[in-house]
Every structure is written in structure tokens, then in C-alpha cells.
């Protein structure tokens, strides 16, 4: 059972629900809870009676916008539809939690409902970038929970980007590059260089290879499986590859249909033109996880279309099968760094 934050996102509740339809139609074996509007939910869900008989609606009259600030959501944001799916893993009720809302307010409502792992100081987003390794991804963490991010931090994020890689995409011994100015060991701040230190002392306890420093060019290369990284710099270097991708995306459509000489050789490249189109295409590899937490969350774009919310989900549904929340505690504890607590429960203490 996923948990689906159906309000969250630029698009609206249609969005989302066209998403979760293609996500649906994928795994016959999965089953949804729809935090929102009971009626409004209802009523779109009453245009697919194949996915309604899947869901489960949970009525939150509220919803978190793009604008709030995170410290008002916090005051305020119980009864709203990200509140309700985050709740959702926390009792229990579902495995992984998925939204499109405000990302400062999600990380914020997950860490004070779910609570971080013990021994985790800043927990982080990793994303999947398209690369040439043999998983055809790799992992780079943090690109946006937090601007800051001292050598323990970065070695943290070393042990829980592994695990990611490990649990994720089935790399049993992960190679962990912290992103540079250059490779060589002089260079860059000294936070980055203890880091690397921290990073290859953990190397044998948490089950993966130090690669060293590596560069921005490194990011979608085969040299490495995970790359380590500040929220500030994760965070630009993300959005640089999205926007570069859908610029060769432009470029290419604006040069097969530039002539009808063009247009006749997209016609007999159209194989390849999709191929490659589908490679490039960062709604395929939408969503972001957040690591650290007593709970799995998925953070996907908020201008995601039908496309991007069903890539999201699907990421969700590999960590809920692959056993990834126990297998990132596990891996903690085995490192020294955290271990398995459950999150807290209605009435608890936060």
C-alpha cells in the first residue's frame, strides 16, 4: 500500500491521479490510500472505476501550498493532505509516502512526524541520475534538504547513499565519490577533503568502495555508484540537468522538423529518436527520496504531469518491495551510526 498525497503539485488532484492510473497499470498487485477532498477525489476517481476499486480515500479538507512557509505548516498543517499521507506510513497504514507538494514543508512535517534515525544528523534527498553504470542510474544525495552540510554530515550521507544503491538498484558494493572542484586530493574546501577521510575510514563497515573525488562530468559516468554532495550544490546541479535534457529534447525536435528532408529522416530514425527521447526524459526519473527518517518518502517535482507522478510512484513501490527502510536502519546500526526505532505513534511524545 502506497500513501499518495493527491492535492500536493502545480497540476492539481487530475494530475496525480492520471499518474497514479499509469503507476496502476504497471503493478496489478498495488493499492493506494488518496489523502484529500473526499468528493473532489470521488468524483475523478468515478471516471476510472478500475483504480477506485484500488484506493482508499482518507477525507483532508486542507492542503499545503507552494507558497507556505515551513514553520506555518507546522503550526497548521495538521488535517491537510500532505500531513494525512505522511501519517499514513507513520501508523502504519502504508509503506512509502509520495507528494508533489512544497518540498521545505514535506521535509519538515516528515522529520517532526516520522522523527530521524537515531545517530542521523541532517537527513537528505537522493535522486537517480541516468548514468552509464550498469544499473543505468546513479545515486546523488543531498540536492536540496538542507544548503549545509559539514564532513560528518557528507559521511553520513556516504553510508546512507550506499545503502540507497544497495537496497535501490541491487549494487552490492557501491563506489562513493564526493563531488570537487577536481579529483586530486589538494583540492576543494577542507570540510570536502575530512569528509573523504571520514568517507573511506567507513568504507569497510558500511559495505562499499571509496572512489575518491570526483567531478561535475563524473555525475553520469560509470567511475561511480553514489555521489556526495552539499543540498546547495545537489540541488543546482539537478536542475541543470533537467533543463539541459529538455533543451537537446528542443533541439532535436526543432532540427527533424526544420525541412521536409528533416522531417523524412525523423521519420527513419524514429526508433532511435524515441529511444534516446526516453533516456533523456527527466519525468522518467522523477522523484526524490528522503533518507534518514523513520519512514520512506517520496518527494516528486510539483509541475510533474501524469508521467512524472507515475515515475515517482513506481521508485516508491521498488524501495516498499525492496525492503529499503529496513535495510538503510540495518546498514546504519551495522556502521555505528544509527539503528532501527519505530517512528512515534498517536499520543507519543514528537
Not at 81 to 89: D, F, H, L, P, R
Not at 235 to 242: D, M, S, W, Y
Request: aromatic fraction near 4%.
Amino acid at each position: 500500500m502506497l500513501s499518495i498525497d493527491a492535492m500536493g503539485g502545480d497540476s492539481g488532484p487530475e494530475a496525480v491521479i492520471a499518474g497514479v492510473r499509469l503507476a496502476a497499470r504497471a503493478a496489478p498487485d498495488l493499492n493506494f490510500i488518496l489523502h484529500g477532498p473526499e468528493a473532489e477525489l470521488r468524483r475523478i476517481l468515478g471516471q476510472h472505476p478500475d483504480l477506485a476499486a484500488r484506493c482508499v480515500i482518507r477525507h483532508a479538507e486542507r492542503i499545503v501550498a507552494m507558497t507556505d512557509k515551513p514553520s506555518q505548516v507546522l503550526r497548521q498543517g495538521e488535517g491537510t493532505s500532505m500531513w494525512g499521507a505522511i501519517e499514513a506510513v507513520r501508523d502504519g497504514s502504508a509503506a512509502v509516502a509520495v507528494s508533489c507538494g512544497n518540498t521545505g514543508a514535506l521535509m519538515a512535517m516528515s522529520m517532526i512526524r516520522l522523527r530521524k534515525l537515531p545517530g542521523v544528523n541532517r537527513p537528505a534527498i537522493a535522486c537517480l541520475w541516468p548514468s552509464r553504470g550498469a544499473a543505468g542510474f546513479n545515486v546523488m544525495l543531498d540536492v536540496g534538504a538542507d544548503v549545509r552540510a559539514d564532513a560528518p554530515d557528507l559521511a553520513q550521507y556516504a553510508l546512507m547513499g550506499a545503502a540507497y544503491a544497495r537496497h535501490g538498484l541491487g549494487i552490492a558494493a557501491p563506489r562513493v565519490g564526493v563531488l570537487n572542484v577536481g579529483t586530486e586530493d589538494n583540492k576543494g574546501r577542507p570540510e570536502l577533503r575530512a569528509a573523504l577521510d571520514l568517507i573511506a575510514a567507513s568504507a569497510a563497515a558500511g559495505r562499499f568502495a571509496c572512489a575518491g573525488f570526483v567531478e561535475g562530468t563524473d555525475i553520469p559516468s560509470d567511475r561511480v555508484d553514489v555521489i556526495v554532495t552539499d543540498g546547495f550544490t545537489g540541488n543546482i546541479a539537478l536542475k541543470t540537468g533537467e533543463g539541459t535534457a529538455r533543451l537537446i529534447r528542443d533541439f532535436l525536435r526543432e532540427a527533424f522538423s526544420a525541412s521536409v528532408w528533416s522531417k523524412v529522416a525523423a521519420l527513419l530514425a524514429m526508433t532511435s529518436l524515441r529511444r534516446l527521447q526516453r533516456r533523456i526524459d527527466p519525468r522518467r526519473v522523477n522523484g526524490g527520496v528522503f533518507l534518514g527518517l523513520n519512514g520512506t518518502v517520496v518527494k516528486s517535482h510539483g509541475s510533474a504531469d501524469a508521467t512524472g507522478v507515475a515515475a515517482a510512484i513506481d521508485l516508491a513501490h521498488r524501495l516498499a518491495r525492496s525492503g529499503f527502510q529496513q535495510g538503510l536502519a540495518a546498514q546504519l546500526l551495522e556502521a555505528g551510526v544509527s539503528g532501527p526505532t519505530p517512528a512515534p505513534r498517536a499520543g507519543e511524545a514528537r
